[in-house]
């Protein structure tokens, strides 16, 4: 039955990401769709399992790694200014948002607060995949949104730690929640300055086969392993390590070798992974909710992050783009519904509510990005 299930996946995600080109739109919307579509929620073609959640998180680390490995690291060093004020922005906006529905619904003021942060949340790897198809990876608004996420994943971590400390009804160490960031953070730098150089350098020569790219996979997923451990999303530990393995002389050969492994299988998966969440049962009652909800969770995202570029100095169009490329909660913010839902802060009558709305994010947001940075895709491709 495995087998089957990879022969579905890959089959049907090349069939609707060549369809979705055909029609103007970016391949990853057709990918994202077709997962809703073969999965538990329409068809039933294909059933989430252990080892598809598994293949799918190696999918979104890879992904990121990638994303990092592109990264003109001196360019997000200049743009640090820019990517804080869009974090705080895709922040504020959120978080009052959020509240103030969960208020409006009639919300225990801890359930309020848990609701505006879980639309704090945002998860750029659907981001990445769209800006690659728009040959807009290298750009100065990707590089403000891969840095600005970097900072969101961190404040929205720390401030949940409060929240959970707080109502969560469990002892939180603020100290050492903040403590382990800065660890990560220190191994993460440690490795971009010198560390992925000596690892590379050591490993690539060795007499077996591929081991210029295993070698950075090494770095890949020790990172990942870090960033988690210290409570800090896989995917920000992947990026990292991409940053660390492109300071090295084997940047190119390991970009050239990884993308056909990541986009032959393990992207794929991830893509579809995200539409087999969705479930339509028992939802006829609850659609206004849903189509509030979402609608806060985009516009409140593409306002503040947008508003926090527009203020650091970028184009109306540039500071919208950036704004919509902050949209997509993604998996970061399911992971702290389930956070919520095991600590009591989140009712399970809106579990299922707001895991539509994050699909639904995830799903407009290659729209979005398309729709708004349309016009420089086009530059970048007549340049």
Sequence with gaps: MFFITILIILFATKLAGDLFVRLGQPAVVGKLVIGVIIGPALLGWVENSEIIDELSEIGVLLLMFIAGLETDINELKRSYKSSTAVALGGILLPFFGGYWIGSAIGMETSHAIFLGLLLSATSVSISVQSLKELKLLKSRESTTILGAAILDD????????????????????????????????????????????????????????????????????????????????????????????????????????????????????????????????????????????????????????????????????????????????????????TIGLESGLLNRDYFTVLVIVVILTTLVTPFLLKMILREQSEMRDHS
Aim: with cysteine; charged share 15%.
């Design 154 to 337: 961190i404040i929205v971590v720390i401030l949940l730690a409060f929240v959970m400390s707080i109502f969560g009804g469990e002892e939180v160490n603020l100290t050492l929640v903040i403590s382990k960031k800065f660890i990560f953070f220190v191994v993460a730098g440690l490795m971009i300055w010198k560390g992925a150089k000596w690892l590379m350098k050591w490993l690539a020569p060795l007499r077996v086969t591929e081991s210029v790219i295993s070698a950075g996979l090494i770095v890949c997923f020790f990172l990942a392993f870090v960033a988690e451990e210290l409570g800090v999303a896989g995917i920000i530990g992947a990026f990292a390590a991409g940053l660390a393995v492109s300071q090295t002389t084997y940047k190119e050969e390991v970009e050239h070798k990884l993308e056909p492994i990541a986009y032959a299988i393990f992207v794929p998966i991830f893509f579809v992974s995200v539409g087999f969440t969705v479930s339509f049962q028992g939802l006829e009652d609850q659609l206004g909710l849903i189509a509030i909800l979402t609608v806060i969770a985009i516009l409140t995202k593409l306002v503040g992050a947008g508003l926090g570029a527009r203020l650091t100095g970028f184009s109306t169009r540039s500071s919208l783009g950036i704004g919509s490329g902050m949209v997509s909660r993604g998996e970061v913010a399911l992971i702290i519904a």
